[in-house]
């Protein structure tokens, strides 16, 4: 069963950092991962992805420069990297596998995801 599972938020003071984490397990293979949040009363957006192979980058504009995306194929890990957080970044964060390839040309579109895990919340404070 595939499945994916997001640790690492938590509270902090706007300024601060935080490292999310996800773990995969149960598919073989994955073309992209991304980080997706969701604000209370607004729509999922894309936050970052990883091309699983070649580890090409994409951010979204919001967060270009304090975001970092990263992975441990051998653990199976996805990692974002947030700094500089403050609180427009105050979401639940959600990892997401992809196992279309079409993901490589989209990287920040939702639509190739097919798997999600259940999110981890981040709140930042002024």
């Known amino acids: 069963q595939e499945q994916l599972v997001e640790s690492g938020g938590g509270s902090v003071q706007a300024g601060g950092s935080l490292r999310l984490s996800c773990v995969a397990s149960?598919?073989?293979?994955?073309?992209?991962m991304g980080w997706f949040r969701q604000a209370p009363g607004k729509e999922r957006e894309a936050v970052a992805s990883?091309?699983?192979?070649?580890?090409?980058?994409d951010f979204a504009d919001s967060v270009k420069g304090r975001f970092t995306i990263s992975q441990d194929n051998a653990k199976s890990t996805v990692y974002l990297q947030m700094n500089s957080l403050s609180p427009e970044d105050t979401a639940m964060y959600y990892c997401?596998?992809?196992?279309?390839?079409?993901?490589?040309?989209?990287?920040?579109?939702?639509?190739?995801?097919?798997?999600w895990g259940q999110g981890t919340q981040v709140t930042v404070s002024s």
């Open positions: 990883i091309v699983t192979r070649g580890s090409r980058t």
């Open positions: 149960g598919y073989t293979y994955s073309y992209c």
């Open positions: 997401a596998a992809s196992t279309n390839p079409f993901c490589v040309v989209t990287m920040l579109m939702q639509a190739p995801y097919k798997f």
